[in-house]
């Protein structure tokens, strides 16, 4: 009985800035591997941000520097701010809870994913 639902995505020139936010129900995020992938049109799926189940933040080298995830326990939420946003960086993104997630490789596989997010920056 595991949801996530993710919010925040839209379109926003090259440069610009969005939140994403996760909220989740069925799983306590603080005792959870919970964080952010996106697939991208070429179909791939890349790991975004995620918090390990001890705490430990671990970020993808194309957003570093440019996103910063967070947790908020007492709202059961995750969220992804991303700054200085790049046309390569459009994406469908996901909110998703997977024990071995350093081995996600098809996004919406194993563990539990949210439905997704659009993103669309534009040059």
């Known amino acids: 009985e595991v949801q996530l639902v993710e919010s925040g995505g839209g379109s926003v020139q090259a440069g610009g800035s969005l939140r994403l936010s996760c909220a989740a129900s069925?799983?306590?995020?603080?005792?959870?591997?919970v964080g952010w992938y996106r697939q991208t049109p070429g179909n791939d799926c890349e790991m975004v941000s995620y918090?390990?189940?001890?705490?430990?933040?671990y970020t993808g080298m194309a957003v570093r520097g440019r996103v910063s995830i967070s947790q908020d326990n007492a709202k059961n939420q995750i969220h992804l701010q991303m700054n200085s946003l790049k046309p390569e960086d459009t994406a469908v993104y996901y909110c998703?809870?997977?024990?071995?997630?350093?081995?996600?490789?098809?996004?919406?596989?194993?563990?539990?994913w949210g439905q997704g997010t659009q993103v669309t920056v534009s040059s």
């Open positions: 998703a809870a997977v024990e071995q997630w350093w081995h996600v490789v098809v996004c919406r596989g194993t563990g539990y």
């Open positions: 069925g799983l306590t995020v603080d005792r959870s591997n």
């Open positions: 918090i390990a189940r001890d705490g430990k933040i």
